[in-house]
């Protein structure tokens, strides 16, 4: 089966800085990786995703980007803010076989002032 | 767009009773929704698999019979802890698969805390 490794677990940046959080996967058949931010007592929250078609997808300050060949994706957030401060899980799913993703471990960001 | 609503968002009960939770899509049709349980400081952990009009498929280690599920229609689907024990007491959180946009987009719910004393 699928699995995905997540680095670092934890990320401290000040704000304003970029956030950088990568993802591995072990299935060369997984063509799909949303990445979700979870706040506090809440559920996670699907913030962007990309298809294996397509190496890099921006949204405003958030960016993803995938190399097919490494077997690894990352998240990039740009000019970070304290409201930025949140877990973020990555994923990965083949889609044509398999019904369920496969998630990372988690990255608890901290954004400080 | 792509709004799941869980309820209760938090709940409280003796040990031995059952608890049910909803999950209900809102503005779109579900015939996959999915039931995880997260401990403190851990990722999501896959419960099962809801197939609406039939029966769930159950994670490895899940016991099907003490975590009842249900998906009765396109837009809901039932979670009951039967028995509940206070080692059951976890954030429990479900899923949608947004069958409309035809691909994979899975949006979750906002959680159910329960506690079991």
């Known amino acids: 089966g699928e699995n995905v490794e997540q680095h670092p677990s934890t990320l401290s940046v000040q704000e304003g800085d970029s956030a950088v959080i990568k993802c591995t996967y072990s299935?060369?058949?997984?063509?799909?990786f949303p990445w979700y931010k979870q706040e506090l007592g809440k559920g996670p929250q699907l913030i962007i995703d990309?298809?294996?078609?397509?190496g890099e997808k921006k949204d405003q300050r958030i960016a993803v980007t995938l190399n097919k060949t490494a077997k690894h994706f990352s998240l990039h957030i740009t000019e970070t803010q304290p409201e930025d401060s949140a877990v973020y899980f990555c994923?990965?799913?083949?889609?044509?076989?398999?019904?369920?993703?496969?998630f990372g471990t988690g990255t608890r960001l901290q954004v400080t002032l | 767009g792509a709004v799941v609503s869980q309820h209760p968002s938090w709940v409280i009960c003796k040990s031995g009773t059952s608890v049910k939770i909803e999950c209900r899509s809102l503005?779109?049709?579900?015939?996959?929704m999915f039931w995880y349980r997260q401990f403190p400081k851990q990722s999501l952990m896959l419960m099962a698999t809801?197939?609406?009009?039939?029966?769930?498929?159950?994670e490895q280690g899940v016991e099907k019979d003490k975590f009842l599920i249900n998906h009765a229609s396109l837009t809901l689907s039932t979670l009951t802890v039967t028995s509940a024990h206070p080692e059951d007491s976890s954030f429990y959180i479900c899923?949608?698969?947004?069958?409309?946009?035809?691909?994979?987009?899975?949006?979750f719910g906002p959680g159910t805390r329960l506690t079991v004393t």
């Open positions: 809801s197939n609406e009009g039939s029966k769930a498929t159950y």
């Open positions: 899923s949608a698969r947004d069958q409309g946009t035809g691909f994979y987009e899975q949006y």
């Open positions: 503005d779109f049709q579900a015939t996959t």
């Open positions: 990309i298809r294996s078609n397509v």
């Open positions: 994923a990965a799913v083949d889609t044509g076989t398999a019904s369920k993703l496969t």
């Open positions: 299935d060369s058949a997984s063509n799909y």
